[in-house]
């Protein structure tokens, strides 16, 4: 809870922020099984390029969430809600980990009945996590300025707070 | 997929957020790594058992869809690299990027050599 709630860093999170955090995560795993439609929920889920876009998009949202809330009290309430729970939910780590290691396999580099990852699977595997951590970074650093931007904008015309 | 299960599935979810912000509440500096491996080895583990024709597809995806992929966050991982580069790169780099992937891709392999 310390990146939803900086002021709470460190601290355990409270019954009503628990209640926000499954309501978020809910939504949020609603939000990524639509984006996997019309294909079929297999255990992938997504497939790595819509995982791709998918948690590029939750990343900006959270920096421009986090910086919206720091300049906005009332925003900053509903964080556990919409950061911990909607796009935590949303976004996620585990499929990433393994599209990276089904890469191989789904662009035929790599025999579809092979269990070893081959040299080919593994500079795949390598960049598709690299790929995905610039991309955050790069997404989340974008959605940090114009959350900024956006807070300077409406604080200068009285309406965030 | 029925309702039911698309339910039980965003039930999951909702619960591997809860488990998630309580465990960042009680170990904020550590607490999105370790969810992150975690939940790989929960989605690693259910990804064998399925392909193995061991865990039915409903199941594979309340545990795999629902709950590793809920208690696992991509956009929490993201903002603690960016944050922690801004102050001590040495250390985001190793305890927030090489830790958590290579213990990631360390227990997929585990589970899929273990299960299948």
Same mark, same amino acid.
């Given at each position: 809870m310390d990146i939803a709630r900086p002021d709470r860093a460190g601290r355990a999170?409270?019954?009503?922020d628990l209640v926000g955090v499954a309501a978020g995560g809910a939504v949020g795993t609603a939000l990524r099984l639509a984006a996997a439609a019309p294909l079929p929920l297999a255990l992938a889920?997504?497939?790595?390029?819509?995982?791709?876009?998918?948690?590029?998009?939750?990343?900006?949202?959270?920096?421009?969430?986090?910086?919206?809330?720091?300049r906005?009290?009332?925003?900053?309430?509903?964080?556990?809600?919409?950061?911990?729970?909607?796009?935590?939910?949303?976004?996620?780590?585990?499929?990433?980990?393994?599209?990276?290691g089904r890469l191989g396999h789904d662009l035929g580099l790599v025999?579809?009945?092979?269990?070893?990852?081959?040299?080919?699977?593994?500079?795949?595997?390598?960049?598709?996590?690299?790929?995905?951590?610039?991309?955050?970074?790069?997404?989340?650093?974008?959605?940090?300025?114009?959350?900024?931007?956006?807070?300077?904008?409406?604080?200068?015309?009285?309406?965030?707070? | 997929m029925s309702a039911t299960a698309v339910l039980a599935v965003l039930a999951a979810g909702a619960g591997g957020a809860v488990l998630r912000a309580v465990v960042v509440g009680v170990l904020p500096r550590t607490g999105t790594a370790v969810v992150n491996v975690v939940g790989t080895a929960v989605l690693a583990v259910v990804v064998a058992l399925a392909g193995a024709g061991r865990? /039915?597809?409903? *199941?594979?995806a309340v545990w =795999?869809?629902?709950? #590793?992929?809920?208690? %696992?966050?991509?956009? /929490?991982?993201? *903002?603690?690299?960016?944050? =922690?580069?801004?102050? #001590?790169?040495?250390? %985001?780099?190793?305890?927030?990027?090489? *830790?958590?992937?290579?213990s990631g891709v360390a227990v997929t392999v585990l589970a899929l050599v273990a299960l299948s």
């Amino acid at each position: 809870m310390d990146i939803a709630r900086p002021d709470r860093a460190g601290r355990a999170p409270t019954r009503r922020d628990l209640v926000g955090v499954a309501a978020g995560g809910a939504v949020g795993t609603a939000l990524r099984l639509a984006a996997a439609a019309p294909l079929p929920l297999a255990l992938a889920g997504l497939g790595p390029w819509r995982l791709l876009a998918v948690n590029t998009t939750g990343s900006l949202a959270l920096g421009a969430l986090a910086s919206l809330a720091a300049r906005s009290p009332r925003l900053a309430v509903a964080l556990p809600t919409l950061a911990t729970g909607l796009l935590g939910g949303l976004t996620t780590f585990s499929s990433m980990i393994v599209a990276a290691g089904r890469l191989g396999h789904d662009l035929g580099l790599v025999a579809p009945d092979s269990a070893r990852m081959t040299g080919p699977g593994l500079v795949l595997a390598a960049a598709y996590v690299g790929g995905s951590l610039v991309l955050g970074l790069l997404a989340h650093a974008a959605g940090t300025r114009l959350g900024r931007t956006t807070g300077r904008n409406v604080g200068r015309s009285g309406g965030t707070r | 997929m029925s309702a039911t299960a698309v339910l039980a599935v965003l039930a999951a979810g909702a619960g591997g957020a809860v488990l998630r912000a309580v465990v960042v509440g009680v170990l904020p500096r550590t607490g999105t790594a370790v969810v992150n491996v975690v939940g790989t080895a929960v989605l690693a583990v259910v990804v064998a058992l399925a392909g193995a024709g061991r865990l /039915g597809s409903t *199941a594979a995806a309340v545990w =795999g869809l629902g709950l #590793a992929g809920s208690l %696992t966050t991509f956009s /929490g991982w993201v *903002a603690r690299v960016a944050d =922690g580069w801004r102050t #001590a790169r040495g250390r %985001t780099v190793v305890l927030e990027v090489a *830790a958590p992937v290579l213990s990631g891709v360390a227990v997929t392999v585990l589970a899929l050599v273990a299960l299948s």
